[in-house]
């Protein structure tokens, strides 16, 4: 399987496309980026909870964390399943 995934990882991309993904890998590297850093919530539902709700972890008020993270969308989480 290592072999496949490799081959596959090593194609040339299409024009205007950073890289290549197998199933599964944007869905982890969302969940591992929303564990550190929290679940993005907009501006105007941040605005509309109730004044006396207050969110936990994994939830965070709006930032620019979010975009500094989203800026670099290439760099790579490493895997569980494929690391040594």
Do not use: K
Request: charged fraction near 25%; charge should be neutral; proline fraction near 14%.
């Amino acid at each position: 399987m290592d072999i496949l995934s490799d081959w596959i990882m090593s194609s040339p991309t299409a024009p205007g496309v950073d890289r290549i993904y197998l199933p599964g890998e944007i869905e982890w590297e969302t969940r591992a980026r929303r564990e550190a850093d929290g679940v993005p919530v907009e501006e105007e539902t941040w605005a509309r909870r109730p004044p006396r709700v207050s969110l936990v972890c994994p939830f965070r008020p709006p930032s620019n964390r979010a975009s500094r993270v989203l800026a670099n969308p290439t760099a790579r989480t490493p895997n569980p399943w494929t690391v040594a």
